[in-house]
């Protein structure tokens, strides 16, 4: 028996989990309540787009409806393009809505580790707030503990 200070402490056998280690679980949870947040957030741009849109569209046909013909038409062919592209930037959030739901309910269950890499990739596409949680994700998806549950 050893005398000293400060006492030995006995740590549990190689099979039992070190009473300090963190549980891989307790370091996603919040992970993918962040995800949750961040999916509300696309999800009101997902909302908002459509209204923008609306405006967009009016505003050119009813600026184009008071012009002559061959004025108008550089108008209307804005007003298409317009809503071409922000079509397209619709379903671009849409998808983007989708994964993050279905990567936050894979980090819930431990599953589905390629998925919430992909949702990390593509979060680190918007400044700040999704850099920010892109990051964040992929330093809690790189620790080999946290690599280990998802198997």
């Known amino acids: 028996m050893a005398y000293g200070y400060p006492p030995q402490q006995q740590f549990p056998q190689?099979?039992?989990?070190?009473?300090?280690?963190?549980?891989?679980?307790?370091?996603?949870?919040?992970?993918?309540?962040?995800?949750?947040?961040?999916?509300?957030?696309?999800?009101?741009?997902?909302?908002?787009?459509?209204?923008?849109?609306?405006?967009?569209?009016?505003?050119?046909?009813?600026?184009?409806?008071?012009?002559?013909?061959?004025?108008?038409?550089?108008?209307?062919?804005?007003?298409?393009?317009?809503?071409?592209?922000l079509g397209f930037a619709e379903l671009l959030l849409l998808a983007k809505l989708v994964l993050l739901i279905l990567a936050a309910r894979n980090l819930f269950r431990m599953k589905g580790y390629g998925l919430c890499f992909a949702a990390a990739i593509v979060s680190c596409l918007n400044m700040p707030l999704g850099l920010a949680l892109g990051i964040w994700s992929f330093f809690v998806l790189s620790r080999p503990d946290v690599k280990a549950a998802f198997s």
């Open 14 to 85: 190689q099979g039992l989990p070190h009473p300090f280690q963190p549980n891989p679980a307790d370091s996603v949870r919040p992970l993918a309540i962040a995800y949750i947040v961040y999916a509300v957030f696309v999800g009101l741009a997902v909302v908002i787009l459509p209204v923008y849109l609306i405006i967009i569209v009016a505003a050119f046909a009813g600026a184009g409806a008071d012009m002559p013909s061959e004025d108008a038409a550089p108008m209307m062919a804005f007003g298409g393009a317009m809503t071409v592209i």
